[in-house]
């Protein structure tokens, strides 16, 4: 994402090929109806009306919609650094706490009144947003006002302990949440379906099934989603890192694999992925 903020409200149906992704901005998203398996990081959520999710910028998911079923949602990505001089000035660096202590954060509001006003507030960002010339300073401010009432809201539905989702849940996402907790833990050593159901004392057909059927993905696919995410961190947050180290570091089992696979996944090499980030960086702190 270029810009340092990003708005969809009451978007339906959901992308071809999305694959398990991260991004360096936070995410406020809202579920407002359909049905919806979330997975993030290592943990899954079936979705209900109401229900809201905190992301920062290391928490991979991604959502798991059947066929032809509706998937209504609003989702707001943020740079913090955009945010931070409005925040410091008020005093209200403490709205950032839930995606900075956390990597990802769950909330189940039972579309409560204030959910009702957060999905309000998200609707006049997504339509100030729209109008908006990126020029105009006045109404770049007007944004930075609305997103902190978003925030503020978030941060009042947060702070209620019952909402969060209860600690049961069905075996099948138990075992699914432990194999997507075992791939993060060791991504970047050499992974295959058998050293995992080994490692987890599960059959092998077992693991390829109940990670399928849980997220809609394959246990492949999220070991190099993890390793893709790690790398793109890696890039950014060790600028000088040679890109041998990075895809070492990353559990690729070379760096021309690692390039290979970068370019498909992200459209750029992972020199150019670097460069533009870094770009990206540099100007959000002269703002």
Same mark, same amino acid.
């Given at each position: 994402m270029d810009?340092?903020?990003?708005?969809?409200?009451?978007?339906?149906?959901?992308?071809?090929?999305?694959?398990?992704?991260?991004?360096?901005?936070?995410?406020?998203?809202?579920?407002?109806?359909?049905?919806?398996?979330?997975?993030?990081h290592n943990q899954i959520y079936d979705l209900e009306p109401g229900d809201v999710l905190l992301m920062d910028g290391l928490a991979l998911h991604k959502p798991n919609v059947p066929p032809n079923s509706p998937y209504v949602r609003s989702h707001v990505h943020f740079?913090?650094?955009?945010? &931070?001089?409005?925040?410091?000035?008020?005093? /209200?660096?403490? =709205?950032?706490?839930?995606?900075?202590?956390?990597?990802?954060?769950?909330?189940? +509001? &039972?579309?409560?009144?204030?959910?009702?006003?957060?999905?309000?507030? +998200?609707?006049?960002?997504a339509e100030l947003?729209?109008?908006?010339?990126? /020029?105009?300073?006045?109404?770049? *401010?007007?944004?930075?006002?609305?997103l902190l009432q978003v925030l503020a809201s978030v941060h009042r539905l947060g702070r209620v302990e019952s909402n969060n989702l209860p600690t049961h849940k069905a075996e099948k996402a138990e075992h699914a949440e432990n194999i997507a907790k075992y791939i993060q833990e060791n991504f970047m050593e050499k992974l295959t379906i058998d050293s995992i159901a080994e490692? =987890?004392?599960?059959?092998?057909?077992?693991?390829?099934? *109940?990670?399928?059927?849980? +997220?809609?993905?394959?246990?492949?696919?999220?070991?190099?989603?993890?390793?893709? +995410?790690?790398?793109?961190?890696l890039l950014e947050a060790e600028p000088d890192k040679p890109l041998k180290d990075i895809a070492c570091e990353s559990g690729f089992e070379s760096v021309s694999h690692f390039s290979r696979y970068f370019k498909s996944k992200v459209g750029v090499t992972a020199k150019e992925y670097?460069?533009?980030?870094?770009?990206?960086?540099g100007e959000e702190n002269e703002l």
């Open positions: 810009e340092p903020l990003l708005v969809n409200y009451r978007i339906q149906g959901v992308w071809e090929n999305i694959d398990f992704h991260s991004h360096r901005e936070y995410e406020v998203f809202l579920f407002h109806s359909g049905t919806c398996r979330y997975l993030i740079s913090p650094q955009w945010l &931070k001089g409005m925040l410091q000035a008020v005093g /209200a660096e403490y =709205l950032l706490d839930l995606f900075e202590k956390h990597h990802h954060y769950f909330i189940r +509001t &039972k579309e409560n009144e204030e959910f009702k006003h957060l999905v309000e507030v +998200t609707g006049q960002l947003k729209r109008k908006a010339d990126p /020029a105009d300073r006045t109404a770049e *401010v007007e944004m930075k006002a609305l490692a =987890l004392s599960i059959s092998k057909s077992y693991v390829s099934h *109940v990670f399928k059927e849980m +997220t809609g993905f394959t246990v492949m696919e999220y070991v190099m989603s993890s390793r893709l +995410t790690q790398a793109k961190y670097r460069r533009q980030r870094l770009k990206i960086y």
